[in-house]
């Protein structure tokens, strides 16, 4: 197996908020003297700059990984459930990166000080790693100014001796976006286009771009371009407006060319979307089908060209893998698709399921049969589960689908999914799971480790995934935090908004060929309202975004796009739904049913994160967000 760099370092995690130099230095380091010695202690500080970063996959206590409408979870007990309950506020804002990434920032300020003295290191690792802490300057900036809004802008290295009358206050957000896209570019100038093998996890410059892009696609998108309706009074002490209150058509036009510029420039990189001929799978011939088996690989394939840049620490015993797999000694069956996002999901014609004439929305809940040999299930099931596109069945496990995963139990273990009656396909390795409540899968008797709704998330779990009696592996793979199915659909995004809709047509077209869909000419001739949709840039808008929270499903974007699209009111603050999975029979688990799962968005408040409370004490220049 590979070996990664692993870009967290054991360090200070505390972040406790205090100025002490100890608390940005990594623990084994007893003076700055020490942490810039020799060029290893140089790299490990390097390394350490880093570790402020949030873990995209730690499921416990991740702010934008569960915390959308995509999934519910068997979890509300954890950390992270706090926030599609809307129970954080500013003085318990429950997860908060304020503090972490300023802390992270002064790091990178001192190695930039620093690092040319540091005896015996040659010019082009100072390059390297000057160029490494002004990326990550960019990136924690961008980090803080998605959450927050408007932020403090950190130019140079803060002295831990500024008195309280020179506290910075905020800074308007177009200036914080200029700014921090000129940090991206200055970093882009000396950085490599990629990294290879071990140091796969550092910055690079196809990575500043495309970041750089992401970020202007935010500030062209309605949250934050001319929503006055919002922050008309959102203004520092001095009255400075900190949220621009004009639309302005051209940020569409920035955000349209930036995205091509980084699509651009990752293609000279040599990065590409992963394609059928890359699975070289051998340990699991599951899936069979070219297209499933391409879409069930593409994340978790170690050797995909399609990641620009990754998080390479190892995955949790409380993250995805686990929490996903079916119930077995360390499967926890508890991540579960709502039936918002299985919605989402096209027929197998490539048309949202109201568009397509031939798929019954109305009776989706019915119950049918699989027909003898269907390779997506066997057995019962619910009519929604018939039709659907290559994704929905490489990602969801429902009743009587399939779940790729392998099982070495015992007859007489108590891990049912696992044993040999369930065990189907190529050497059996690929499981069939039932919900109800006494199936395989079903609830039982248990308080956790369930399904909510009835359905199990297969995404991001490697199909090599084993359970035994006593354990369970699986294979570990860097997480994609950016990628080249995102820039393509960033970039059909910003041409639908500045109405070029024939080029959204065909980037949209390359993640749908990628999928086994048809293009959209030919999806939407066959629909209810006929090609001329795909000639209106406000469907086009409703199709950009449907093709986005498809494709991006289970990746972090949902918290994000919801907000930016200013629709979490409408989705984020009603109960999810999922099938009856009390019920013994199928007739009465078919059924569209209501969570009783708490979920609260309030609107304005909740598109931006509160600063915490002792920070605006602190700083008499800091304004809150509003409604906190």
């Given at each position: 197996?590979?070996?990664?760099?692993?870009?967290?370092?054991?360090?200070?995690?505390?972040?406790?908020?205090?100025?002490?130099?100890?608390?940005?230095?990594?623990?084994?380091?007893?003076?700055?003297?020490?942490?810039?010695?020799?060029?290893?202690?140089?790299?490990?500080?390097?390394?350490?700059?880093?570790?402020?970063?949030?873990?995209?996959?730690?499921?416990?206590?991740?702010?934008?990984?569960?915390?959308?409408?995509?999934?519910?979870?068997?979890?509300?007990?954890?950390?992270?459930?706090?926030?599609?309950?809307?129970?954080?506020?500013?003085?318990?804002?429950?997860?908060?990166?304020?503090?972490?990434?300023?802390i992270?920032?002064?790091?990178?300020?001192?190695?930039?000080?620093?690092?040319?003295?540091?005896?015996?290191?040659?010019?082009?690792?100072?390059?390297?790693?000057?160029?490494?802490?002004?990326?990550?300057?960019?990136?924690?900036?961008?980090?803080?100014?998605?959450?927050?809004?408007?932020?403090?802008?950190?130019?140079?290295e803060?002295?831990?001796?500024?008195?309280a009358?020179?506290?910075?206050?905020?800074?308007?957000?177009?200036?914080?976006?200029?700014w921090?896209?000129?940090?991206?570019?200055?970093?882009?100038?000396?950085?490599?286009?990629?990294?290879?093998?071990?140091?796969?996890?550092?910055?690079?410059?196809?990575?500043?771009?495309?970041?750089?892009?992401?970020?202007?696609?935010?500030?062209?998108?309605?949250?934050?371009?001319?929503?006055?309706?919002?922050?008309?009074?959102?203004?520092?002490?001095?009255?400075?407006?900190?949220?621009?209150?004009?639309?302005?058509?051209?940020?569409?036009?920035?955000?349209?060319?930036?995205?091509?510029?980084?699509?651009?420039?990752?293609?000279?990189?040599?990065?590409?979307?992963?394609?059928?001929?890359?699975?070289?799978?051998?340990?699991?011939?599951?899936p069979?089908?070219?297209?499933?088996?391409?879409?069930?690989?593409?994340?978790?394939?170690?050797?995909?060209?399609?990641?620009?840049?990754?998080?390479?620490?190892?995955?949790?015993?409380?993250s995805?893998?686990?929490?996903?797999?079916?119930?077995?000694?360390?499967?926890?069956?508890?991540?579960?698709?709502?039936l918002?996002?299985?919605?989402?999901?096209?027929?197998?014609?490539?048309?949202?399921?109201?568009?397509?004439?031939?798929?019954?929305?109305?009776?989706?809940?019915?119950?049918?049969?699989?027909?003898?040999?269907?390779p997506?299930g066997?057995?019962?099931?619910?009519?929604?589960?018939?039709?659907?596109?290559?994704?929905?069945?490489?990602?969801?496990?429902?009743?009587?689908?399939?779940?790729?995963?392998?099982?070495?139990?015992?007859?007489?273990?108590?891990?049912?999914?696992?044993?040999?009656?369930?065990?189907?396909?190529?050497?059996?390795?690929?499981?069939?799971?039932?919900?109800?409540?006494?199936?395989?899968?079903?609830v039982?008797?248990?308080?956790?480790?369930?399904?909510?709704?009835?359905?199990?998330?297969?995404?991001?779990?490697?199909?090599?995934?084993?359970?035994?009696?006593?354990?369970?592996?699986?294979?570990?793979?860097?997480?994609?935090?950016?990628?080249?199915?995102?820039?393509?659909?960033?970039?059909?995004?910003?041409?639908?908004?500045?109405?070029?809709?024939?080029?959204?047509?065909?980037y949209?077209?390359?993640?749908?060929?990628?999928?086994?869909?048809?293009?959209?000419?030919?999806?939407?001739?066959?629909?209810?309202?006929?090609?001329?949709?795909?000639?209106?840039?406000?469907?086009?808008?409703?199709?950009?975004?449907q093709?986005?929270?498809?494709?991006?499903?289970?990746?972090?974007?949902?918290?994000?796009?919801?907000?930016?699209?200013?629709?979490?009111?409408?989705?984020?603050?009603?109960?999810?739904?999922?099938?009856?999975?009390?019920?013994?029979?199928?007739?009465?688990?078919?059924?569209?049913?209501?969570?009783?799962?708490?979920?609260?968005?309030?609107?304005?408040?909740?598109?931006?994160?509160?600063?915490?409370?002792?920070?605006?004490?602190?700083?008499?220049?800091l304004?809150?967000?509003?409604?906190?």
């Amino acid at each position: 197996m590979k070996k990664y760099t692993f870009i967290i370092v054991s360090l200070f995690l505390l972040l406790v908020t205090s100025c002490d130099f100890l608390d940005v230095v990594p623990d084994e380091i007893s003076t700055e003297e020490d942490a810039f010695a020799n060029p290893k202690a140089a790299e490990r500080y390097l390394y350490s700059c880093y570790g402020f970063l949030p873990n995209p996959r730690e499921g416990a206590a991740s702010l934008d990984f569960f915390t959308g409408d995509e999934v519910v979870t068997a979890f509300e007990h954890e950390t992270f459930a706090n926030f599609p309950k809307g129970n954080f506020t500013a003085n318990e804002p429950i997860i908060s990166y304020w503090n972490t990434f300023f802390i992270g920032l002064r790091q990178c300020y001192i190695l930039k000080r620093e690092i040319s003295k540091v005896p015996g290191i040659d010019p082009e690792t100072v390059k390297d790693y000057t160029a490494q802490a002004d990326f990550l300057i960019a990136y924690y900036h961008y980090l803080l100014l998605r959450c927050y809004g408007p932020i403090i802008l950190i130019k140079e290295e803060p002295s831990v001796t500024t008195p309280a009358s020179d506290f910075l206050g905020r800074t308007p957000y177009d200036e914080c976006v200029s700014w921090i896209a000129a940090k991206f570019d200055e970093a882009a100038a000396n950085l490599p286009a990629r990294r290879e093998e071990q140091k796969i996890g550092l910055a690079t410059k196809t990575a500043a771009i495309a970041i750089k892009s992401r970020m202007y696609l935010f500030a062209a998108s309605p949250l934050f371009n001319g929503n006055s309706a919002f922050y008309a009074n959102f203004k520092n002490p001095d009255g400075t407006a900190l949220m621009p209150l004009m639309y302005d058509a051209n940020k569409w036009v920035v955000a349209k060319n930036t995205a091509k510029e980084a699509i651009d420039a990752a293609t000279a990189a040599g990065y590409r979307l992963y394609q059928a001929t890359d699975v070289q799978q051998p340990t699991n011939p599951e899936p069979t089908n070219t297209t499933l088996r391409t879409l069930r690989f593409g994340l978790v394939d170690k050797t995909s060209q399609e990641p620009i840049w990754v998080d390479t620490r190892e995955e949790t015993a409380y993250s995805l893998n686990r929490k996903s797999l079916p119930f077995g000694t360390s499967g926890y069956n508890g991540i579960c698709p709502t039936l918002n996002m299985l919605d989402r999901f096209y027929t197998d014609k490539g048309l949202p399921l109201k568009e397509d004439p031939s798929f019954d929305f109305d009776g989706r809940f019915d119950v049918v049969q699989f027909p003898q040999g269907d390779p997506n299930g066997e057995g019962e099931t619910s009519k929604m589960n018939l039709q659907r596109e290559p994704r929905y069945y490489a990602w969801i496990s429902f009743h009587g689908g399939y779940y790729e995963a392998i099982g070495n139990v015992s007859q007489n273990s108590q891990w049912e999914p696992y044993k040999t009656a369930y065990k189907r396909g190529v050497e059996n390795k690929k499981l069939v799971t039932f919900f109800k409540k006494d199936d395989n899968c079903g609830v039982k008797n248990r308080s956790n480790n369930y399904s909510p709704g009835g359905f199990l998330s297969k995404k991001g779990v490697h199909p090599n995934a084993t359970m035994d009696d006593s354990n369970v592996s699986y294979e570990k793979y860097p997480w994609t935090l950016l990628g080249m199915s995102e820039l393509y659909l960033n970039y059909a995004e910003a041409c639908v908004e500045t109405n070029d809709l024939g080029e959204a047509a065909i980037y949209i077209n390359k993640i749908r060929e990628r999928a086994g869909l048809p293009t959209l000419q030919t999806s939407w001739a066959q629909s209810r309202t006929g090609i001329a949709a795909i000639s209106s840039q406000e469907k086009m808008r409703e199709i950009v975004r449907q093709e986005r929270m498809i494709e991006l499903y289970l990746q972090g974007h949902n918290f994000w796009d919801m907000r930016r699209w200013l629709l979490a009111e409408q989705y984020f603050g009603q109960k999810p739904k999922g099938l009856n999975i009390r019920a013994t029979t199928m007739s009465e688990f078919s059924k569209q049913t209501e969570l009783n799962i708490t979920r609260n968005f309030v609107s304005p408040t909740h598109y931006l994160l509160p600063i915490p409370y002792s920070e605006v004490q602190n700083n008499r220049k800091l304004v809150q967000n509003p409604g906190y």
